[in-house]
């Protein structure tokens, strides 16, 4: 199976820099997504990356390393309505078609 | 665009009880799937369709059924309610498959079994 490795919980005073890694061992990698999970809501879409990188996307940025199996999301300037969790999720292609897994999640409490 | 409606937002089932859950989407995407979310846990697949009347197991499929007769509407049937069922459940879609392209989650189903 796949293997993916998040921190369970996570830190931050407001204003701050946070990164949040995530390691994974998959064989047939096809990119990694970033998740964020308000509590009690529905996951909704970050980022995504194919390429090894750094992607900014306004206040977060998502870096790829293919050879060393790591991603991280980058929070800067953090508000307090970034508390929420953080799921990677790893494509794949296995036993003839593509998959999805996701990571158990990061839980951030960003504090004042 | 309403995106991704599940219902119902809440439920309590009783062991050896049958539901089901209903997605539907409005965004014309041909790739739906069924997750459930336990405390601690990732995301786990329980079924997927590439499009009207195709569906396909997840990872946990066992103790429930799909059906895909419209592009619109994906529900899960849950036989037997048990225990073990107790969970969030989220319904999503996405315009390609979910390994390269984004997922649009429903806001969820808490179901309780006892």
């Known amino acids: 199976g796949q293997n993916i490795d998040q921190p369970t919980e996570m830190t931050a005073t407001e204003g701050a820099i946070v990164q949040i890694n995530c390691t994974y061992q998959?064989?047939?990698?096809?990119?990694l997504f970033w998740y964020q999970q308000h509590a009690g809501e529905a996951p909704t879409f970050l980022s995504y990356?194919?390429?090894?990188g750094l992607e900014e996307k306004g206040r977060f940025s998502s870096f790829l390393s293919r050879s060393k199996g790591y991603s991280y999301l980058l929070l800067k300037e953090l508000q307090m309505k970034d508390s929420a969790s953080y799921l990677c999720?790893?494509?794949?292609?296995?036993?003839?078609?593509?998959?999805?897994?996701f990571g158990k999640g990061t839980k951030l409490s960003v504090i004042p | 665009n309403a995106g991704v409606t599940q219902t119902p937002k809440f439920r309590i089932l009783k062991i050896g009880q049958s539901m089901t859950l209903q997605c539907t989407q409005d965004?014309?995407?041909?790739?739906m799937y069924w997750y459930r979310q336990d405390p601690g846990m990732g995301l786990k697949l329980i079924y997927y369709?590439?499009?009207?009347?195709?569906?396909d197991k997840g990872e946990v499929p066992n103790g429930y059924n799909v059906s895909r007769s419209t592009t619109e509407d994906f529900p899960l049937r849950l036989e037997l309610a048990a225990p073990s069922q107790t969970s969030v459940y989220f319904c999503?879609?996405?315009?390609?498959?979910?390994?390269?392209?984004?997922?649009?989650f429903g806001n969820g189903t808490r179901l309780t079994v006892t």
């Open positions: 999503a879609s996405s315009y390609s498959g979910a390994w390269d392209s984004p997922l649009h």
């Open positions: 998959t064989s047939g990698f096809n990119g």
């Open positions: 990356n194919v390429l090894d």
């Open positions: 999720a790893v494509s794949y292609s296995g036993a003839g078609s593509y998959q999805l897994t």
């Open positions: 965004m014309n995407h041909n790739y």
């Open positions: 369709s590439v499009g009207a009347g195709i569906t």
